[in-house]
């Protein structure tokens, strides 16, 4: 694949996407760590179809066990739960337009916090794999690859929301073998997203997208959050 070097500039209080608008099912339910909130704090934003729609005064429950906790949103779309005890498994949900949503779920961490998002479109499943044979190849990203930045307070949540697309009729296997992003310098909390190639591994700040590549596109889908100082932040990621 050619190499390329992608940096991005974000101002405090925007949110930049690159190249499309995000489709935020890519990040619904997903619970990321933010080591700036407070110590078992849980922010859940709810959206209906873009990270522009926030939902407001809207109740999401925070469940553990039979026990449930009931937090209307604020004007931004967010619940925030307090006071949680450390090692709880939860789950997150509401009810958006008659439709259930639920977070994955999740452990409270015993430093720091979680911040996940609610989006009222459901997630759609990747396509079955063939048995064609691989043949040796080249692969790109997709047209409509994308990086989504949602800005909290002294932290930065990045999605990667690739696509990588194989323009033969049959599979191709890398001479390389994979895929692999190595992450920029302070990445913390990398997360597979749900919709992400199974053949998806992270280890610590790099990650790796093994092929065989099927014909068409493969959905390469992380996310991970990087901490910052200041009234802005530089993010450069080297592709492959």
Do not use: C, W
């Not at 949503?101 to 996940?116: C, K």
């Not at 999605?159 to 073998?177: C, H, K, Q, R, T």
Request: charge should be negative; glycine fraction near 10%.
């Amino acid at each position: 694949m050619k190499r390329a070097a992608l940096t991005v500039f974000m101002i405090l209080g925007l949110i930049l996407t690159l190249q499309a608008q995000p489709d935020p099912r890519q990040m619904s339910g997903i619970p990321l760590p933010d080591p700036q909130l407070s110590s078992g704090t849980i922010t859940v934003r709810v959206i209906r179809g873009s990270l522009a729609n926030n939902v407001p005064d809207h109740p999401v429950e925070l469940r553990q066990g039979d026990n449930v906790v009931t937090v209307a949103t604020d004007m931004e779309g967010r619940a925030e739960f307090l006071t949680l005890n450390a090692g709880q498994t939860v789950i997150a949900s509401t009810e958006l337009d008659g439709v259930r949503l639920d977070s994955q779920p999740f452990q409270v961490p015993g430093r720091g916090g979680i911040r996940l998002m609610l989006v009222g479109i459901g997630d759609s499943d990747t396509g079955a794999l063939n048995d064609v044979p691989a043949q040796s190849g080249t692969v790109t990203f997709g047209a409509e690859s994308r990086v989504v930045l949602e800005l909290g307070e002294e932290t930065v949540s990045i999605f990667y929301l690739f696509d990588i697309v194989n323009s033969l009729a049959g599979p191709v296997e890398l001479p390389e073998g994979a895929v692999v992003l190595r992450l920029p310098a302070g990445a913390v909390a990398t997360t597979v997203l749900r919709d992400s190639h199974p053949q998806t591994r992270s280890e610590g700040p790099v990650v790796t997208l093994s092929g065989p590549f099927q014909s068409g596109n493969t959905p390469l889908r992380i996310a991970y959050v990087l901490p910052y100082t200041g009234d802005n932040v530089a993010v450069e990621q080297e592709l492959p």
